[in-house]
């Protein structure tokens, strides 16, 4: 059983350009959300997604957009990169979208803005 | 709003003696707590989890408890080992409305274990 997993592992982008995260779910689980993690802070919720639908967000705005494919694998996209967007992108799957499903994170992409 | 808050932002303790993390909520739909540990340049690992029906979880070295009065829970870790040295995290989930599914987190307690 794979784990979940991320591409890219770093990115560097300058500001106003667009970039793309992608994310491969565990096997066998159908949600899947996305988390951005400041420097000293801890993960904060972006969105999820459920069988393809988009089923939650947090407090991003929505240049902050995302898709999630018929395999369950997921996108994070960010237009206008501002420099505040620099942080970790995580991307974490769960089982089923119940509140009481623990979520399991990939590894990450750093993603550093100038 | 800080719904998840952590107040040690670091706890140095010996090897084999107990490790105690703190973490306290204050949104009263949280249903279901989990403890994170998380190594540089590596995603959180999860470590234990507790519905808010049970008020103690074990697994292995790891207990969580949890005060639903106090709004308070906490990760025991005995003994503790060199090896467990991390970023520990608190998070919780609700039942329903916009935050279905949606971890809120604390901010983090640095764990040094020392030989």
């Known amino acids: 059983e794979t784990g979940v997993t991320q591409s890219p592992t770093h990115l560097i982008k300058t500001r106003g350009q667009q970039v793309t995260l992608r994310c491969s779910s565990q096997?066998?689980?159908?949600?899947v959300s996305w988390y951005q993690q400041a420097l000293g802070q801890g993960p904060q919720f972006i969105f999820q997604?459920?069988?393809?639908?988009?089923?939650g967000r947090g407090n991003f705005p929505p240049r902050f957009s995302g898709l999630q494919f018929p395999n369950y694998s997921s996108e994070l996209n960010v237009n206008a990169l501002e420099l505040d967007d620099s942080a970790l992108y995580l991307c974490?799957?769960?089982?089923?979208?119940?509140?009481?499903?623990?979520?399991?994170f990939g590894p990450g992409t750093r993603l550093t803005v100038l | 709003d800080q719904q998840v808050k952590q107040n040690s932002p670091s706890l140095s303790v010996q090897e084999g003696r107990i490790s105690i993390l703190n973490c306290d909520y204050t949104?009263?739909?949280?249903?279901?707590f989990l403890w994170y540990k998380k190594y540089p340049a590596e995603g959180p690992t999860f470590l234990i989890s507790?519905?808010?029906?049970?008020d103690k979880n074990e697994d292995g070295r790891f207990t969580v408890f949890l005060n639903k009065s106090a709004k308070h829970l906490s990760l025991h870790i005995v003994p503790s080992q060199p090896g467990d040295s991390a970023v520990y995290f608190c998070?919780?989930?609700?039942?329903?409305?916009?935050?279905?599914?949606?971890?809120?987190f604390g901010q983090g307690t640095i764990l040094t274990v020392h030989p």
């Open positions: 949104n009263s739909m949280f249903d279901y």
């Open positions: 998070a919780a989930s609700a039942y329903g409305g916009t935050s279905y599914g949606k971890l809120t």
């Open positions: 507790i519905s808010s029906i049970k």
């Open positions: 096997s066998g689980h159908n949600t």
């Open positions: 997604y459920y069988r393809e639908e988009e089923n």
């Open positions: 974490a799957s769960s089982l089923d979208q119940g509140s009481q499903d623990t979520q399991y």
